[in-house]
T-cell receptor, first 113, second 114 residues
Framework: DTGVSQNPRHKITKRGQNVTFRCDPISEHNRLYWYRQTLGQGPEFLTY????????KSRLLSDRFSAERPKGSFSTLEIQRTEQGDSAMYLC???????????FGPGTRLTVT | DQQVKQNSPSLSVQEGRISILNCDYT??????FLWYKKYPAEGPTFLIS?????DKNEDGRFTVFLNKSAKHLSLHIVPSQPGDSAVYFCAARDSGAGSYQLTFGKGTKLSVIP
């Protein structure tokens, strides 16, 4: 399968714990995006990388969130001190370049109890 | 403030008939529009797109129409099939924004009845 993959698919954690998600984009795609989707809403932009550089962050990305893309390959999204409001589907997407469509992974569903 | 609006949360259509999904936007800087389809427990799947320099784009059973003056676009599916039942998201992009991030509507759940 050469699509975007995300791990884990589901994560249940207790409030206050740290969690980390991984995204493997389509190879050769140099742009990688993170979005968050809550119930009844469309995906909302969080941040994006061009190769290994994180070039933009949304105001939704509080200080408890950090993302990395070492060597411009896979990316990780970490949430520290999780809160119940962080419960959502976290989606990763990649695109070949700026004028190309974004292809999404299956998402990681986070539940904070 | 919702910059991309899909005002119909759901739509039911008989198999073989036309499905029309609508989308309105408010940001005049949006210059590229996309439709994604999403099944439960899966990520959105790209369906079709249209640039603001065009008013129509067709791909098989799917056609997207863009009315720039009205800031309105629609997705037509003809003929509708039961496998088309999913949530459809309209998304827009401001190519001058640098990130080329997508702004999504809330989605319309399409049910195609056999």
């Amino acid at each position: 399968d050469t699509g975007v993959s995300q791990n884990p698919r589901h994560k249940i954690t207790k409030r206050g714990q740290n969690v980390t998600f991984r995204c493997d984009p389509i190879s050769e795609h140099n742009r990688l995006y993170w979005y968050r989707q809550t119930l009844g809403q469309g995906p909302e932009f969080l941040t994006y990388f061009q190769n290994e550089a994180q070039l933009e962050k949304s105001r939704l990305l509080s200080d408890r969130f950090s993302a990395e893309r070492p060597k411009g390959s896979f990316s990780t999204l970490e949430i520290q001190r999780t809160e119940q409001g962080d419960s959502a589907m976290y989606l990763c997407a990649s695109s070949l370049d700026r004028n190309y469509e974004q292809y999404f992974g299956p998402g990681t569903r986070l539940t904070v109890t | 403030d919702q910059q991309v609006k899909q005002n119909s949360p759901s739509l039911s259509v008989q198999e073989g008939r036309i499905s029309i999904l609508n989308c309105d936007y408010t940001n005049s800087m949006f210059d590229y529009f996309l439709w994604y389809k999403k099944y439960p427990a899966e990520g959105p799947t790209f369906l079709i797109s249209i640039s603001s320099i065009k008013d129509k784009n067709e791909d098989g059973r799917f056609t997207v129409f863009l009315n720039k003056s009205a800031k309105h676009l629609s997705l037509h599916i003809v003929p509708s099939q039961p496998g088309d039942s999913a949530v459809y998201f309209c998304a827009a992009r401001d190519s001058g924004a640098g990130s080329y991030q997508l702004t999504f509507g809330k989605g319309t759940k399409l049910s195609v009845i056999p």
